[in-house]
């Protein structure tokens, strides 16, 4: 997979040299590429906002210089052999960023990532893109960030753990929260590891009962339980046929 990133802040975007995406880029399995915005703005101050139409608070992002950026970041990835892109635009207006769009995301060749900073970007150069490209404009969450960089990593990583081979355990994102098939729209319950009792705390019995069935059904009784404490919205959103007859019993 190749991921493009045009940013004000290049340094921000460091993070992705380290742990499991940085592992992923040295064994070649990712190709990151950082930019920074500043280059395709050509007067003396590299200007990259302007005043709002309307007015109103803040500054807006230029359409010039995304677009410069953008011709020439999307020139060189099909130049490289790259197949088509998807525009990924960070922004508390856009759909919300979940398992399932991590999913459809790390099924993809090629992202490009547009995070914003001030008031966000003229809409004409994400009209424009959208005319030629499939865009994804998504939000990570109800609440506003400085900037989008935050949200390229966020995104990044949950893409990234989903490439074939990247993690270790090819199951490991199986029993996830959020995964499609039997945990979807369920959080994952708690975890456990040696040793067996600390500061008079023990591990639930059944975990050291090697009892596969009886681990796997107090595995989903727990998951159950911590979605109907912290998202019981979640729960209500399942399909009835998502739940099995002990499940009720929960
Ligand atoms: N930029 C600012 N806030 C954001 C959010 N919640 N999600 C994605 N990008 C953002």
């Not at 915005?37 to 139409?53: E, F």
């Amino acid at each position: 997979m190749r991921l493009d990133v045009v940013t004000l802040f290049p340094e921000y975007l460091e993070p992705l040299h380290l742990s499991l995406v940085g592992k992923a880029r040295a064994r070649g399995q990712l190709g990151v590429h950082v930019h920074d915005l500043r280059q395709w703005a050509y007067d003396k101050h590299h200007t990259v906002d302007d005043t709002p139409y309307g007015g109103g608070p803040g500054m807006v992002m230029k359409t010039e210089p995304w677009g410069e950026a953008l011709d020439e970041v999307i020139a060189t990835g099909y130049e490289h052999g790259a197949a088509e892109p998807v525009l990924v635009v960070p922004t508390p207006s856009g759909r919300p960023f979940t398992q399932e769009l991590a999913v459809a995301l790390s099924a993809r060749p090629w992202l490009i990532f547009t995070p914003a900073r001030y008031e966000g970007i003229d809409r004409r150069v994400t009209e424009e893109y959208a005319a030629r490209l499939p865009v994804c404009e998504v939000s990570i969450g109800d609440y506003v960030l400085a900037g989008g960089e935050a949200a390229v990593l966020v995104i990044t990583e949950a893409v990234a753990r989903l490439l074939p081979g990247v993690l270790g355990n090819a199951e490991s994102h199986r029993d996830d929260s959020f995964a499609p098939g039997a945990m979807a729209n369920l959080l994952e319950g708690p975890v456990y590891t040696k040793p067996p009792e600390w500061r008079g705390r023990g591990i639930p019995e059944v975990l050291l009962s090697g009892h596969h069935g009886r681990i796997a059904r107090w595995r989903r009784d727990e998951a159950l339980r911590r979605t109907a404490v912290h998202r019981p919205e979640l729960i209500e959103r399942c399909e009835a046929t998502a739940f099995d007859k002990k499940d009720r019993e929960t």
